[in-house]
């Protein structure tokens, strides 16, 4: 019997960077003996000749700016994330004898589409981007045109029901979320609802700072993410620890990978539940 190998694919940036007629000059990184919290890091990028000072957590001004998170966190940073999602979550579905081509995801935290990409090249037959940023939004249409079937700008801690009920006529069985979870970004609560979206039986793929499933993290994800595997919600095929990037001074960043099937429904008083609402 013939062995199924996950074909071995380039990241799909760079020629999409290759494609965008940016107006972003040079990015410049601080010294190396400067230290800032990750969430506070930032860099000097020069844009039609003006030099701006540009916080990494500010993404609705850097997706306002064709090319420039590519300049920021593929170019300058060597984030490697969704690439690396999306292979092994390819890896792991040969397992289990299923195809990519019958995924049918939800990207939380889509930003400008560099997942969505990703899982496209690698033929899944729907993919629809949430986030909460209109501008994320506008660069994935912008950049990306075509490799959402849909995209909602909403809040996934209070959903509106006309975008909950689109979301579920398209019967998704793939969540994904990647380099979205901690920071106060995503928190737990958005999370658990997306992945009330998805069928039983399904995928998940995200990746996470592994600081923020540490017992002492006092975001809620280390609750969640042992509350979903205890109580049999999630069944967990895959941990693995990868550099997720640099930092702004040069330091590996890692972060965890964690590919999973869901089991069973969220129960419907997570989602109200305190601990996972931070």
């Known amino acids: 019997m013939k062995m199924k190998v996950a074909s071995v694919q380039d990241p799909q940036w760079p020629k999409r960077l290759a494609q965008i007629d940016s107006p972003v000059e040079d990015i410049r990184l601080p010294d190396a003996d400067e230290h800032v919290s990750q969430d506070a890091e930032w860099c000097e990028a020069v844009i039609d000749g003006e030099s701006r000072r540009i916080r990494f957590h500010d993404y609705h001004k850097i997706y306002s700016v064709p090319g420039l998170y590519e300049g920021i966190f593929y170019e300058s940073l ?26 049918r995801i939800l990207d939380l935290g889509a930003g400008n589409g560099m997942v969505g990409d990703e899982l496209r090249a690698r033929d899944a037959e729907c993919v629809v981007g949430v986030d909460i940023i209109p501008e994320a939004k506008e660069a994935a249409e912008r950049d990306r045109p075509g490799v959402y079937d849909d995209y909602f700008v909403t809040d996934m801690t209070d959903l509106p029901e006309r975008h909950e009920e689109k979301i579920r006529d398209r019967r998704l069985n793939c969540l994904t979320s990647v380099a979205a979870l901690g920071f106060g970004d995503i928190p737990p609560k958005a999370f658990l609802k997306s992945l009330d979206l998805i069928e039983v039986g399904g995928w998940v793929a995200f990746t996470i700072k592994e600081d923020f499933l540490h017992e002492r993290d006092t975001s809620g ?4 993410v042992r509350a979903l595997n205890r109580e049999q919600i999630l069944q967990t095929h895959a941990y693995r620890r990868f550099q997720h990037r640099v930092s702004m001074t040069g330091q590996p960043l890692y972060y965890v990978i964690v590919v999973a099937k869901k089991q069973n429904d969220v129960p419907g008083e997570w989602l109200e539940d305190e601990r996972f609402n931070t």
């Open 78 to 103: 060597k984030c490697c994330s969704p690439s690396r999602v999306a292979a092994l979550l390819q890896e792991l579905m040969l397992d289990f004898d299923d195809e990519p081509q019958d995924l």
């Open 221 to 224: 994800f280390s609750q969640a």
